[in-house]
């Protein structure tokens, strides 16, 4: 709770003054401007060098510019511009380097943080937020003159008539105005594939008159997954669908579309022809076949590999999609990578995605010569001049015959035009004719997430064998998905509740509130007193004694001053955050208990709170009692104590990401996968004979300790012995039970296949029932030596005496362990037992993000109050959210609290 408010603190802090200024150097005035994603100098990419060398012509012509078209403004209003030197005056574009705070996009901090660029960048998806949220500036104001300054023919090359609804729309007032201006040209999503593996495989190269069906024909040639060679790259991330959108829109589909009655924008992805798209999508990922070697397979794309862009590069993937831009041929090489329009649908129709990089100026520019400044800028970056530039480079960097046709003929480069690759120029032509913006409406950066839903549900029941095989009777499952997660999207972007329904919710965040504080106080309250010291009859207890304790008190200053600003200041402000629609930049609305009130009735916060609950247990489970374990074997080894300390230590020093990217290679879905190479090989017979080991295990330590009549403990050993061996039967699961058979088929067969393998592959993060575990084993593999290593310094210090008279009373291993170790090492146990938790929750949010970015079901508590408050800018909800989870733990820390009170301290060899 306290690092979430501490983040949203830092959003609500600051002046918001822009990060622009204007100084006096060497008898020049000089304009600072700071520019997101401002052309690094030091790249040496044609591309970049291109764009660069743009940013030096603005730079070396802005005294013109600003002589032409403002210097007699500002002499004449000294008291609004300044009384600077206006006769000599430089630009200097400085590179926004942004903040970074786990992991928020650095412009949203930065524009918190009173430190924004000057001018932003903006994509389709964000543009609704960045508007509504008042980050834009208006560029059609009369009176500033910046796009009303513009020719229609500059206006008419710059802007793709599909992309005006995009930039010109309704700002926070309701008034319509232009908030941002495309550059780089406009940017069609194409189909590009790799040549060579295509010719490996004899497969026809794709072209225009591509369809679905011959996607699929392709892909399954090219997919091999003992080779690691797959058809089609996707992803598996909370954004998947912006893969299945191009299928949507090539059925005929739409995403979104907007009500003109009623001004607002809503989701429509639950049409028949969205089922089609969904249905279609599905099959490429879970198709199911045969392979050469007779082993079963599942789909043609492979989601969850760490290296996909490696694996492109390597040409392991056939085909995938991309925007196409001059940038694009920086990238790739185009004598191996091909290019075509996205296939047809069923239909004839081709919906490819159409969208453009975006520049916009910060609304809180507070001096008017750093925002002019700025718009010239923005104007000059894609002006005819900038765009010759950019084509001479490009044209001399080797990439002429690659870059677009019709600059090439403009600015006298036809013969490079001629040389373009065959079918380059119609590609291109294509994608922006048939072309869609990206959902770009009101509230529109939710759709992606809320879309990938029935993605998910979907590929899930297809990978459990329960769709039907029927046609229609699949289309209808899959509508019936869409049908519930539209309707879901809907509610999210519209926002509407009946007063009905809202009285209900207020009522129940008053009872909630009332409980939190009642629960907070009584921590206190417990609190205070388990730290007190015990009274002594007769003696006068001293309270806080400052006079006696008054250098004690001073010492203590400086850390209780640290803790108070940046612990309990946040925790106070975060308090009346949940209170308001809250806004980075303007008026926040007061909302009342209507932020708490829809947290507590989302049934998506509770599923996130469920899963950080599988997630500590897990955590807890694998990651706490294993190094005691391992602690107890390395000291009875008789030979070797130091390699083998070595060697569990080695992984403690790699970086937690290098730990989750590696392992997330480890987690290949094919045979190729390191686990799943491994897993292969096991027959059924393994897996229960591990199984009955562990249960063995467990009921052998439950035996004595019933023995010795503590039944709880008894009890608690033998149930997790038989959680253990029912782990051990689910992996079997799909060995003995085969698709399509009953409980009583099956058992005939069962002595047959004690001795048969895993079907298939394992997707271990993408499946939900080993997600979640996936996740965990990481930290299981990298935590295991630096744990084992402090309970190895802690049985040193058990003196051997003990040991011994354990053997004359006949004591046994399991009785030294349970009556020995852990009473001697209880305080230690204790300590490391709230570390680990405090650990799991905390570690959560970026370990998560990074393994699955919280798909197939693994998205825990922290990284959805993430998502909500840095995705979607929903800062008042995020901290509710942020309150419910800090008094879900309230328990557990005056628990913890109270037991630390209790703990004694002695060093080795103290009576």
């Known amino acids: 709770m306290r690092r979430w408010a501490l983040i949203l603190l830092w959003c609500a802090l600051g002046s918001l003054a822009h990060s622009g200024e204007i100084y006096e150097r060497d008898g020049k005035t000089v304009i600072r401007i700071v520019v997101d994603r401002l052309p690094d100098p030091t790249n040496t990419a044609t591309f970049n060098r291109a764009e660069a060398a743009a940013v030096s012509a603005f730079i070396e012509q802005f005294p013109q510019i600003f002589a032409e078209r403002y210097r007699d403004q500002y002499r004449a209003n000294p008291e609004k511009y300044g009384r600077f030197d206006w006769d000599h005056v430089e630009v200097e574009p400085v590179r926004f380097s942004g903040i970074t705070v786990e992991g928020v996009e650095t412009d949203l901090l930065a524009i918190a943080g009173g430190m924004p660029p000057d001018v932003l960048y903006v994509n389709f998806r964000k543009s609704d937020n960045y508007i509504r949220n008042g980050f834009l500036y208006p ?454 208990l209507d932020n708490f009130g829809d947290v507590l009735f989302d049934g998506e916060w509770w599923r996130a709170v469920w899963n950080a609950v599988r997630y500590s247990f897990l955590v807890m489970a694998l990651t706490f009692l294993p190094p005691i374990a391992l602690a107890i074997l390395l000291q009875e080894a008789p030979y070797g104590r130091l390699i083998f300390r070595t060697i569990y230590y080695l992984p403690a020093v790699i970086t937690g990401l290098v730990t989750a990217l590696l392992w997330k290679q480890f987690y290949e879905p094919s045979e190729s996968g390191a686990l799943n190479s491994i897993v292969l090989q096991i027959p059924a017979i393994g897996y229960l004979i591990i199984g009955a080991m562990l249960l063995g295990i467990a009921l052998m330590f439950a035996r004595r300790l019933w023995r010795h009549e503590l039944r709880g403990a008894s009890l608690g050993f033998a149930v997790a012995g038989l959680l253990l061996l029912y782990t051990a039967l689910r992996i079997t699961a799909p060995i003995f039970l085969h698709s399509g058979e009953t409980l009583f088929e099956a058992l005939p067969h069962w002595p047959g296949r004690l001795f048969e393998c895993m079907p298939e592959p394992l997707r271990w993060l993408g499946n939900p029932e080993t997600s979640m575990l996936a996740c965990v084993m990481p930290m299981v593999w990298a935590g295991m030596g630096p744990g084992c290593l402090i309970y190895l310094a802690a049985l040193k210090g058990i003196p051997d005496e003990i040991y011994e008279s354990a053997d004359i009373d006949g004591g046994t291993f399991i009785d030294k362990i349970i009556f020995i170790v852990f009473p001697m090492l209880k305080a230690l146990i204790l300590i490391n037992f709230i570390g680990a938790f405090i650990g799991s929750v905390y570690a959560a949010t970026g370990h998560i993000l990074v393994m699955t970015g919280g798909a197939a079901n693994t998205e825990v508590a922290g990284l959805h109050i993430w998502y909500q408050a840095f995705t979607h800018l929903r800062f008042g909800p995020a901290t509710a959210m942020a309150w419910l989870l800090g008094f879900m733990l309230i328990g557990f820390t005056m628990n913890q609290l109270r037991i630390l009170s209790r703990v004694e301290f002695k060093t080795t060899g103290e009576k």
Not at 191 to 204: A, C, T
Not at 324 to 341: A, H, T, W, Y
Request: with cysteine; hydrophobic share 40%.
């Open 139 to 592: 560029l059609d104001k009369s009176e500033d003159g910046y796009v009303s300054g513009m020719s229609d023919a500059a206006l008419a090359q710059r802007v793709n008539p599909k992309i005006w609804p995009v930039i010109r729309c309704k700002g926070p007032a309701g008034e319509k105005h232009v908030w941002a201006l495309p550059y780089g040209g406009a940017l069609g999503k194409v189909l590009l594939y790799r040549k060579d593996l295509f010719d490996l495989n004899g497969v026809p190269y794709p072209d225009k008159e591509w369809t679905w069906d011959d996607m699929l024909a392709a892909c399954r040639k090219l997919t091999d997954p003992a080779k690691g060679t797959y058809g089609l790259l996707l992803t598996r991330a909370k954004d998947e669908s912006w893969w299945w959108v191009t299928f949507l829109w090539s059925a005929g589909g739409e995403a979104m579309v907007y009500d003109e009655a009623s001004d607002q924008w809503r989701c429509a992805f639950d049409s028949d022809e969205a089922a089609v798209a969904l249905d279609f999508y599905t099959r490429l990922s879970t198709e199911k076949w045969t392979g050469a070697d007779g082993k079963l397979h599942r789909g043609y794309s492979t989601k969850d590999a760490a290296d996909l862009g490696s694996k492109w590069e390597r040409g392991e993937i056939g085909m995938r999609f991309d925007y196409v831009d001059g940038k694009l041929f920086s990238r790739i090489n185009p004598e191996v990578v091909g290019m075509c329009p996205v296939p047809k649908g069923p239909t004839g129709i081709r919906g490819a995605e159409l969208n453009s990089r975006m520049m916009g100026l910060f609304s809180r520019i507070e001096h008017p010569a750093v925002r002019d400044a700025a718009w010239e800028y923005i104007r000059f970056f894609e002006s005819e001049e900038a765009l010759q530039i950019k084509t001479r480079i490009m044209v001399e960097g080797g990439l002429g015959k690659y870059f677009n046709p019709e600059l090439l003929e403009r600015f006298g480069y036809k013969e490079f035009s001629r040389l373009s690759p065959k079918g380059w120029a119609e590609n291109f032509r294509i994608a922006i004719e048939t072309g869609k913006p990206e959902p770009y409406g009101r509230n529109s950066n939710v759709i992606y997430d809320v879309m990938t839903r029935p993605i998910h549900l979907a590929e899930q029941l297809a990978l459990n064998d329960e769709l039907p095989e029927d046609p229609d009777a699949r289309l209808a499952v899959m509508k019936g998905l869409l049908e519930q997660w539209n309707a879901r999207a809907n509610e999210i972007m519209i926002g509407a509740v009946p007063p009905k329904e809202r009285s209900k919710r207020r009522a129940a965040a008053l009872f909630a509130l009332l409980l939190i504080a009642v629960a907070f106080g009584f921590a206190f309250r417990r609190v205070m007193r388990a730290f007190q010291p015990p009274e002594a009859p007769g003696v006068a207890q001293l309270k806080w004694g400052f006079r006696k304790y008054a250098w004690a008190y001073v010492l203590l200053l400086p850390a209780a001053l640290t803790i108070l600003v940046w612990q309990y200041a946040p925790l106070a402000y975060g308090s009346g955050m949940a209170f308001f629609d809250y806004k980075l930049l303007g008026d926040s609305a007061w909302t009342g």
